[in-house]
Protein backbone atom coordinates (compact mmCIF):
# COMPACT_ATOMS: atom_id res chain seq x y z
CA UNK A 1 0.00 0.00 0.00
CA UNK A 2 1.43 3.41 -0.75
CA UNK A 3 0.37 6.19 1.52
CA UNK A 4 0.58 9.96 1.94
CA UNK A 5 -0.41 11.36 5.37
CA UNK A 6 0.00 14.92 6.07
CA UNK A 7 0.77 15.56 9.52
CA UNK A 8 -1.11 18.74 10.38
CA UNK A 9 -2.34 21.05 12.61
CA UNK A 10 -2.36 24.84 12.04
CA UNK A 11 -1.02 25.18 15.93
CA UNK A 12 2.83 25.64 16.29
CA UNK A 13 4.29 23.85 19.24
CA UNK A 14 2.00 21.02 19.05
CA UNK A 15 4.77 17.96 18.01
CA UNK A 16 3.81 17.91 14.43
CA UNK A 17 7.98 18.24 13.57
CA UNK A 18 8.85 15.78 16.35
CA UNK A 19 6.60 13.36 14.81
CA UNK A 20 7.09 13.68 11.15
CA UNK A 21 11.12 12.93 11.81
CA UNK A 22 10.42 10.42 14.38
CA UNK A 23 7.50 8.16 12.84
CA UNK A 24 9.07 8.43 9.35
CA UNK A 25 12.50 6.77 11.22
CA UNK A 26 10.35 4.49 13.32
CA UNK A 27 8.34 3.23 9.69
CA UNK A 28 11.16 2.97 8.53
CA UNK A 29 12.98 1.08 11.18
CA UNK A 30 10.02 -1.10 10.79
CA UNK A 31 11.23 -2.10 7.38
CA UNK A 32 9.05 0.52 5.37
CA UNK A 33 10.28 2.65 2.73
CA UNK A 34 9.17 5.39 3.69
CA UNK A 35 9.97 9.18 2.18
CA UNK A 36 9.40 12.74 4.79
CA UNK A 37 9.12 15.92 3.20
CA UNK A 38 9.43 19.18 5.07
CA UNK A 39 6.86 21.48 3.46
CA UNK A 40 7.41 23.85 6.48
CA UNK A 41 9.44 27.18 5.58
CA UNK A 42 10.90 27.33 8.87
CA UNK A 43 12.74 23.82 8.02
CA UNK A 44 13.16 22.38 11.61
CA UNK A 45 12.60 18.76 9.78
CA UNK A 46 15.24 19.69 7.69
CA UNK A 47 17.45 21.17 10.36
CA UNK A 48 16.37 18.24 12.52
CA UNK A 49 17.48 15.37 9.91
CA UNK A 50 21.20 17.47 10.44
CA UNK A 51 20.99 19.23 7.25
CA UNK A 52 21.74 23.09 7.21
CA UNK A 53 18.45 24.65 5.33
CA UNK A 54 21.08 27.66 4.20
CA UNK A 55 22.43 25.80 1.76
CA UNK A 56 19.64 23.65 0.22
CA UNK A 57 19.71 23.73 -3.75
CA UNK A 58 17.26 21.34 -4.16
CA UNK A 59 13.57 21.74 -2.11
CA UNK A 60 10.05 20.85 -1.77
CA UNK A 61 9.87 24.32 -3.89
CA UNK A 62 10.60 22.28 -6.75
CA UNK A 63 6.94 20.74 -6.24
CA UNK A 64 5.84 24.05 -6.71
CA UNK A 65 7.72 25.47 -9.87
CA UNK A 66 8.09 22.42 -11.73
CA UNK A 67 11.72 21.60 -11.07
CA UNK A 68 11.16 18.39 -8.92
CA UNK A 69 13.29 15.65 -10.09
CA UNK A 70 13.80 12.79 -7.63
CA UNK A 71 17.42 12.54 -8.45
CA UNK A 72 18.12 15.76 -6.80
CA UNK A 73 15.13 16.80 -4.91
CA UNK A 74 15.24 13.37 -2.15
CA UNK A 75 18.31 13.05 -0.08
CA UNK A 76 19.44 10.15 0.92
CA UNK A 77 19.39 10.23 4.80
CA UNK A 78 22.72 8.27 6.14
CA UNK A 79 21.73 9.29 9.81
CA UNK A 80 18.04 8.23 9.75
CA UNK A 81 15.76 4.86 8.01
CA UNK A 82 14.35 7.48 5.54
CA UNK A 83 14.44 9.49 2.38
CA UNK A 84 13.70 13.52 3.01
CA UNK A 85 13.37 16.44 0.66
CA UNK A 86 14.13 19.63 2.65
CA UNK A 87 13.03 22.96 2.95
CA UNK A 88 14.13 26.28 3.48
CA UNK A 89 12.98 29.93 4.12
CA UNK A 90 12.68 30.52 -0.34
CA UNK A 91 9.20 28.01 0.04
CA UNK A 92 7.63 30.84 1.85
CA UNK A 93 7.38 32.65 -1.68
CA UNK A 94 4.39 29.85 -2.46
CA UNK A 95 2.52 31.49 0.95
CA UNK A 96 2.40 35.21 -0.68
CA UNK A 97 1.21 33.66 -4.67
CA UNK A 98 1.01 36.76 -6.34
CA UNK A 99 1.45 35.51 -9.46
CA UNK A 100 -1.68 32.96 -9.06
CA UNK A 101 0.12 30.25 -10.67
CA UNK A 102 -0.22 27.74 -7.65
CA UNK A 103 -3.13 25.68 -7.46
CA UNK A 104 -4.16 22.95 -4.75
CA UNK A 105 -3.38 20.18 -6.74
CA UNK A 106 0.88 21.25 -7.37
CA UNK A 107 1.74 18.55 -4.81
CA UNK A 108 -0.40 16.19 -5.87
CA UNK A 109 0.63 16.45 -9.48
CA UNK A 110 4.05 16.13 -8.63
CA UNK A 111 3.91 13.18 -6.04
CA UNK A 112 2.09 11.07 -8.52
CA UNK A 113 5.62 9.99 -10.11
CA UNK A 114 7.28 9.46 -6.55
CA UNK A 115 4.79 7.40 -4.73
CA UNK A 116 5.31 4.43 -6.35
CA UNK A 117 8.51 3.89 -4.94
CA UNK A 118 7.18 4.46 -1.78
CA UNK A 119 4.99 2.89 1.06
CA UNK A 120 4.60 5.70 3.09
CA UNK A 121 5.33 9.55 2.27
CA UNK A 122 5.05 12.01 5.17
CA UNK A 123 4.56 15.41 5.22
CA UNK A 124 5.33 17.86 7.68
CA UNK A 125 3.20 20.93 7.57
CA UNK A 126 3.42 24.41 8.10
CA UNK A 127 1.27 25.72 11.24
CA UNK A 128 -1.21 27.20 8.79
CA UNK A 129 -4.00 26.68 6.61
CA UNK A 130 -1.99 28.86 3.69
CA UNK A 131 -1.24 27.51 -0.09
CA UNK A 132 1.15 24.86 1.68
CA UNK A 133 -0.81 23.09 3.88
CA UNK A 134 -3.74 23.02 1.59
CA UNK A 135 -1.69 21.09 -1.01
CA UNK A 136 -0.72 19.12 1.59
CA UNK A 137 -4.20 18.40 2.72
CA UNK A 138 -5.21 17.76 -1.13
CA UNK A 139 -2.45 15.33 -1.79
CA UNK A 140 -2.72 13.12 1.51
CA UNK A 141 -4.62 10.47 1.67
CA UNK A 142 -4.80 10.70 5.38
CA UNK A 143 -4.39 13.30 8.40
CA UNK A 144 -2.54 12.65 11.42
CA UNK A 145 -3.43 15.38 14.17
CA UNK A 146 -1.20 15.80 16.50
CA UNK A 147 -2.82 17.27 19.93
CA UNK A 148 -0.73 17.81 22.53
CA UNK A 149 -1.45 18.10 26.27
CA UNK A 150 -2.13 21.65 27.14
CA UNK A 151 -4.90 23.62 28.14
CA UNK A 152 -6.13 25.15 24.98
CA UNK A 153 -5.51 21.83 23.00
CA UNK A 154 -8.73 21.73 22.11
CA UNK A 155 -8.71 25.03 20.56
CA UNK A 156 -8.53 25.28 16.68
CA UNK A 157 -9.62 21.43 16.35
CA UNK A 158 -13.31 22.32 15.10
CA UNK A 159 -11.22 24.59 12.60
CA UNK A 160 -9.01 22.13 11.83
CA UNK A 161 -11.73 19.28 11.13
CA UNK A 162 -14.00 21.95 9.26
CA UNK A 163 -10.87 22.77 6.54
CA UNK A 164 -11.00 18.67 5.77
CA UNK A 165 -14.52 18.51 5.74
CA UNK A 166 -14.60 21.26 3.29
CA UNK A 167 -11.15 20.00 1.20
CA UNK A 168 -13.25 16.44 1.36
CA UNK A 169 -15.77 18.59 -0.35
CA UNK A 170 -13.52 20.25 -3.40
CA UNK A 171 -10.25 18.79 -4.05
CA UNK A 172 -10.21 16.03 -2.17
CA UNK A 173 -12.76 13.85 -2.09
CA UNK A 174 -10.71 10.34 -0.33
CA UNK A 175 -9.31 12.31 2.69
CA UNK A 176 -9.36 10.43 5.75
CA UNK A 177 -8.27 10.78 9.33
CA UNK A 178 -5.35 8.68 10.00
CA UNK A 179 -5.94 9.69 13.35
CA UNK A 180 -5.46 11.90 16.91
CA UNK A 181 -2.34 11.83 18.62
CA UNK A 182 -2.13 12.77 22.38
CA UNK A 183 1.59 14.38 22.30
CA UNK A 184 3.42 15.66 25.35
CA UNK A 185 1.74 13.47 27.82
CA UNK A 186 2.80 13.84 30.98
CA UNK A 187 1.26 11.18 33.19
CA UNK A 188 2.02 13.43 36.66
CA UNK A 189 -1.08 15.68 35.70
CA UNK A 190 -4.20 15.64 35.82
CA UNK A 191 -4.64 17.78 32.60
CA UNK A 192 -2.88 15.19 30.95
CA UNK A 193 -5.30 12.23 31.90
CA UNK A 194 -8.16 14.20 31.30
CA UNK A 195 -7.07 15.00 27.99
CA UNK A 196 -6.36 11.56 27.25
CA UNK A 197 -10.09 10.21 28.88
CA UNK A 198 -12.25 12.61 27.07
CA UNK A 199 -10.61 12.59 23.43
CA UNK A 200 -11.06 9.03 23.71
CA UNK A 201 -14.30 8.83 25.00
CA UNK A 202 -15.55 11.72 22.24
CA UNK A 203 -13.09 10.50 19.53
CA UNK A 204 -13.10 7.03 20.17
CA UNK A 205 -10.54 4.35 17.56
CA UNK A 206 -9.80 7.91 16.18
CA UNK A 207 -7.45 8.34 18.80
CA UNK A 208 -3.99 6.40 18.34
CA UNK A 209 -3.70 4.14 21.11
CA UNK A 210 -0.33 5.15 21.03
CA UNK A 211 0.66 8.37 23.23
CA UNK A 212 3.95 10.38 22.93
CA UNK A 213 5.03 11.51 26.19
CA UNK A 214 6.94 14.46 27.61
CA UNK A 215 10.43 13.41 27.13
CA UNK A 216 13.47 15.73 26.87
CA UNK A 217 15.39 13.60 24.41
CA UNK A 218 13.08 14.11 21.78
CA UNK A 219 13.79 17.88 22.61
CA UNK A 220 17.42 17.28 22.03
CA UNK A 221 17.38 14.84 19.20
CA UNK A 222 17.35 17.68 16.33
CA UNK A 223 20.24 19.33 17.63
CA UNK A 224 22.28 16.57 16.97
CA UNK A 225 20.68 15.75 13.44
CA UNK A 226 19.36 12.64 14.95
CA UNK A 227 16.22 10.93 14.77
CA UNK A 228 14.85 9.74 18.77
CA UNK A 229 15.66 6.24 17.31
CA UNK A 230 19.37 7.00 16.90
CA UNK A 231 19.92 9.59 19.24
CA UNK A 232 18.39 7.83 22.43
CA UNK A 233 17.10 4.35 21.16
CA UNK A 234 16.15 3.19 24.74
CA UNK A 235 14.27 6.35 25.53
CA UNK A 236 10.77 6.63 26.53
CA UNK A 237 10.16 8.73 23.20
CA UNK A 238 11.89 6.27 20.95
CA UNK A 239 9.83 3.39 22.20
CA UNK A 240 6.48 5.68 21.81
CA UNK A 241 7.41 6.45 18.39
CA UNK A 242 8.19 2.79 17.70
CA UNK A 243 4.76 2.04 19.17
CA UNK A 244 3.24 4.27 17.09
CA UNK A 245 4.62 3.34 13.47
CA UNK A 246 3.43 -0.34 15.05
CA UNK A 247 0.26 1.09 15.13
CA UNK A 248 -0.05 2.92 11.94
CA UNK A 249 1.02 -0.12 10.13
CA UNK A 250 -1.15 -2.57 11.32
CA UNK A 251 -3.82 -0.36 11.63
CA UNK A 252 -3.69 0.14 8.03
CA UNK A 253 -3.02 -3.80 7.33
CA UNK A 254 -6.95 -3.86 9.19
CA UNK A 255 -8.33 -1.33 6.39
CA UNK A 256 -6.81 -3.30 3.69
CA UNK A 257 -7.90 -6.38 4.41
CA UNK A 258 -11.28 -5.44 5.30
CA UNK A 259 -12.92 -1.98 4.14
CA UNK A 260 -15.19 -1.65 6.03
CA UNK A 261 -13.11 -1.39 9.20
CA UNK A 262 -12.54 2.24 8.74
CA UNK A 263 -11.98 4.28 12.09
CA UNK A 264 -14.79 6.40 13.54
CA UNK A 265 -13.80 9.81 12.32
CA UNK A 266 -13.53 8.93 8.76
CA UNK A 267 -16.98 7.29 9.19
CA UNK A 268 -17.89 10.84 10.63
CA UNK A 269 -16.17 12.40 8.31
CA UNK A 270 -17.93 10.95 5.10
CA UNK A 271 -21.86 10.28 6.82
CA UNK A 272 -22.03 13.06 9.27
CA UNK A 273 -19.83 15.44 9.29
CA UNK A 274 -21.98 18.21 11.40
CA UNK A 275 -21.63 15.65 14.27
CA UNK A 276 -17.85 17.12 14.39
CA UNK A 277 -18.81 20.31 15.02
CA UNK A 278 -21.57 19.93 16.95
CA UNK A 279 -19.60 17.87 19.79
CA UNK A 280 -16.87 20.28 20.03
CA UNK A 281 -19.14 23.10 20.48
CA UNK A 282 -20.79 21.22 23.21
CA UNK A 283 -17.55 21.03 24.93
CA UNK A 284 -16.56 24.72 24.53
CA UNK A 285 -19.50 26.14 25.50
CA UNK A 286 -21.80 25.99 28.52
CA UNK A 287 -25.11 25.31 28.25
CA UNK A 288 -27.80 27.84 29.36
CA UNK A 289 -29.10 25.64 31.96
CA UNK A 290 -26.02 25.61 33.83
CA UNK A 291 -25.65 29.19 33.51
CA UNK A 292 -28.96 29.90 34.69
CA UNK A 293 -28.34 27.56 37.66
CA UNK A 294 -25.40 28.88 38.78
CA UNK A 295 -24.85 33.09 38.39
CA UNK A 296 -28.19 34.10 37.82
CA UNK A 297 -27.79 35.70 41.74
CA UNK A 298 -25.00 38.13 40.19
CA UNK A 299 -27.63 39.91 37.96
CA UNK A 300 -28.22 43.59 39.04
CA UNK A 301 -24.82 43.50 41.29
CA UNK A 302 -22.56 46.87 41.29
CA UNK A 303 -18.84 46.88 40.86
CA UNK A 304 -18.30 46.78 44.30
CA UNK A 305 -21.02 44.43 45.19
CA UNK A 306 -19.07 42.15 42.85
CA UNK A 307 -15.72 42.59 44.14
CA UNK A 308 -17.14 41.87 47.78
CA UNK A 309 -18.52 38.54 46.19
CA UNK A 310 -15.76 37.29 43.49
CA UNK A 311 -12.83 39.26 44.27
CA UNK A 312 -11.18 41.69 41.81
CA UNK A 313 -11.66 40.67 38.18
CA UNK A 314 -8.76 40.40 35.71
CA UNK A 315 -9.80 43.04 33.43
CA UNK A 316 -9.73 47.00 33.60
CA UNK A 317 -12.08 47.55 36.96
CA UNK A 318 -13.59 50.47 34.30
CA UNK A 319 -14.03 48.15 31.46
CA UNK A 320 -17.76 47.02 30.73
CA UNK A 321 -17.09 43.42 30.62
CA UNK A 322 -15.54 41.56 33.53
CA UNK A 323 -13.37 38.05 33.51
CA UNK A 324 -13.01 35.89 36.26
CA UNK A 325 -11.36 32.23 36.47
CA UNK A 326 -13.93 30.45 38.32
CA UNK A 327 -11.68 27.81 39.29
CA UNK A 328 -8.46 26.94 40.35
CA UNK A 329 -8.43 23.33 39.74
CA UNK A 330 -9.86 23.94 36.65
CA UNK A 331 -11.13 20.50 34.07
CA UNK A 332 -10.45 20.71 30.47
CA UNK A 333 -13.79 20.79 29.22
CA UNK A 334 -15.94 22.57 31.61
CA UNK A 335 -16.44 26.00 32.21
CA UNK A 336 -13.51 28.19 33.55
CA UNK A 337 -13.72 31.74 32.39
CA UNK A 338 -16.90 34.00 33.91
CA UNK A 339 -17.68 37.18 31.57
CA UNK A 340 -19.65 39.91 33.06
CA UNK A 341 -21.32 42.21 31.42
CA UNK A 342 -22.52 45.64 32.76
CA UNK A 343 -24.47 48.49 31.59
CA UNK A 344 -25.36 51.29 33.52
CA UNK A 345 -23.41 50.10 36.27
CA UNK A 346 -24.94 47.48 37.09
CA UNK A 347 -24.56 43.61 35.71
CA UNK A 348 -26.99 43.21 32.94
CA UNK A 349 -25.58 39.48 31.84
CA UNK A 350 -23.15 37.13 31.61
CA UNK A 351 -21.48 34.18 29.90
CA UNK A 352 -19.69 31.05 30.99
CA UNK A 353 -17.03 29.77 28.62
CA UNK A 354 -13.67 27.72 28.52
CA UNK A 355 -11.68 27.95 25.47
CA UNK A 356 -13.28 30.98 23.14
CA UNK A 357 -12.06 33.87 25.28
CA UNK A 358 -10.77 35.56 22.35
CA UNK A 359 -14.00 35.17 20.69
CA UNK A 360 -16.11 36.91 23.76
CA UNK A 361 -16.72 40.44 23.81
N1 LIG B 1 6.96 14.55 23.44
C1 LIG B 1 7.74 15.63 23.60
N2 LIG B 1 8.42 15.80 24.74
C2 LIG B 1 9.20 16.90 24.93
N3 LIG B 1 9.34 17.86 24.02
C3 LIG B 1 8.68 17.75 22.85
C4 LIG B 1 7.85 16.62 22.57
N4 LIG B 1 7.32 16.78 21.33
C5 LIG B 1 7.80 17.93 20.87
N5 LIG B 1 8.61 18.52 21.76
C6 LIG B 1 9.30 19.81 21.64
O1 LIG B 1 8.30 20.82 21.52
C7 LIG B 1 8.70 21.81 20.59
C8 LIG B 1 7.65 21.90 19.47
O2 LIG B 1 7.59 20.67 18.80
P1 LIG B 1 7.52 20.58 17.20
O3 LIG B 1 7.53 19.15 16.85
O4 LIG B 1 8.59 21.44 16.59
O5 LIG B 1 6.10 21.22 16.94
P2 LIG B 1 5.44 21.80 15.58
O6 LIG B 1 6.16 21.19 14.42
O7 LIG B 1 4.00 21.43 15.68
O8 LIG B 1 5.62 23.29 15.65
C9 LIG B 1 10.06 21.39 20.08
O9 LIG B 1 11.04 22.06 20.82
C10 LIG B 1 10.12 19.90 20.37
O10 LIG B 1 11.45 19.45 20.58
MG1 LIG C 1 7.11 22.13 12.80
Not at 98 to 107: E, G, P
Not at 196 to 208: C, D, P, R, Y
Amino acid sequence: MNKIIAIANQKGGVGKTTTSINLADALGFLEKKVLLIDLDPQANATSGVGLVPFDIKYSSLGFFDHTFKAENGIVKLESAHFDFTPSNIRLASIEINKSKTIDLFMLKRALSNVIKSYEYILIDCPPSFGLLALNALTACHSVIIPVPCEFFALEGLSKLLTTIKSIKKSSNPYIDIEGLLITMFDSRTNLSSQLQIELTKHFKSMVFNTTIRQNVKLREAPSYGLSIIKYSPYSVGAENYLNLGAELISKNKIVTTNPENGNDLSKILTHNTENVDHLIKRHTTTSTNKKEEDYNHLIGLKRDEVNKVLGFSYNDIHSNTWMYRISTSFSLMKKNYLYLYFENEIIADYKLTTFKINKVQ
